[in-house]
């Protein structure tokens, strides 16, 4: 799996003009499972993610996690992550997992945030989306597990 992780002031994904997905204070995470992924790495992730330190203790420290400063987070799908740009100029997504595996993963990855009391907010699967955020830092990791 890989992510790309935001700090937002906040965030919102649009399809077809309809604001689906909005968020406060948080995370933006874009979200791609690899074709080789296992279902053991969708927890992985998650706790990755809600566990890393980037957001601002009292004395201005990147220290606190999500979970302790009680932020959002949007999920969106992004399967480009595993674009392949080594041969020519098209990127090749072969080591994206098609969506009868994606789909799921990225369902259960979903699922178990929330069932850790964080408020998430998602897109739409396979849709085409408009992301806006307002980027906080600008704080962009990437992770991959």
């Known amino acids: 799996m890989r992510a790309v992780v935001q700090r937002v002031k906040k965030s919102c994904v649009r ?52 979970k302790d400063s009680g932020g959002e987070i949007l999920v969106v799908s992004q399967f480009t992550l595993y674009g392949d740009t080594n041969k020519g100029n098209r990127p090749s997504y072969i080591k994206s997992a098609r969506p009868d595996k994606a789909i799921p993963f990225y369902d259960n990855f979903v699922k178990y945030i929330k069932e850790q009391g964080i408020k998430t907010e998602t897109g739409v699967f396979g849709a085409m989306m408009e992301v806006s955020l307002v980027n906080d830092g600008p704080v962009t990791i990437i992770i991959d597990i």
């Open 15 to 66: 399809t077809r003009g309809k604001a689906i997905g909005e968020i406060g204070a948080g995370l933006l995470v874009f979200l791609a499972v690899h074709v080789d992924d296992t279902e053991d790495m969708i927890k992985k992730m998650a706790d990755k993610i809600m566990n890393l330190r980037i957001f601002d203790d009292e004395n201005g420290v990147m220290n606190k996690s999500i």
